[in-house]
């Protein structure tokens, strides 16, 4: 069974988000999670992204000891049909 979530918050509080859903997965549950690529964070069209890197989301895992790892990273390019492409940065976390 998958969930989607979207999560609109600043950076700061995704540690305790990302505490509640290694909480409630089970041993080597999966998490993925996917941020536009960049630094920051913007309100587009009314949504709220965040640009994280891997390096940013690897110094979050590691500074709020939380017992993840990311086992894979991809990049896709989104497949709307706006001029402009945007590049997602991809994470499959385990637990």
């Not at 979530?5 to 409630?24: E, F, W």
């Not at 709220?48 to 000891?65: D, G």
Request: net charge positive.
């Amino acid at each position: 069974m998958g969930l989607c979530i979207n999560i609109t918050c600043d950076k700061r509080g995704i540690p305790s988000i990302l505490s509640k859903m290694i909480n409630a997965l089970k041993e080597k549950g999966i998490i993925y999670m996917a941020f536009k690529k960049g630094q920051g964070y913007k309100v587009i069209e009314g949504k709220y992204y965040n640009f994280l890197n891997r390096e940013e989301l690897e110094k979050i895992l590691e500074e709020s000891h939380l017992n993840i790892k990311i086992v894979d990273y991809f990049e896709t390019i989104s497949s709307t049909t706006r001029p402009e492409k945007v590049i997602w940065s991809n994470y499959i976390l385990q637990k």
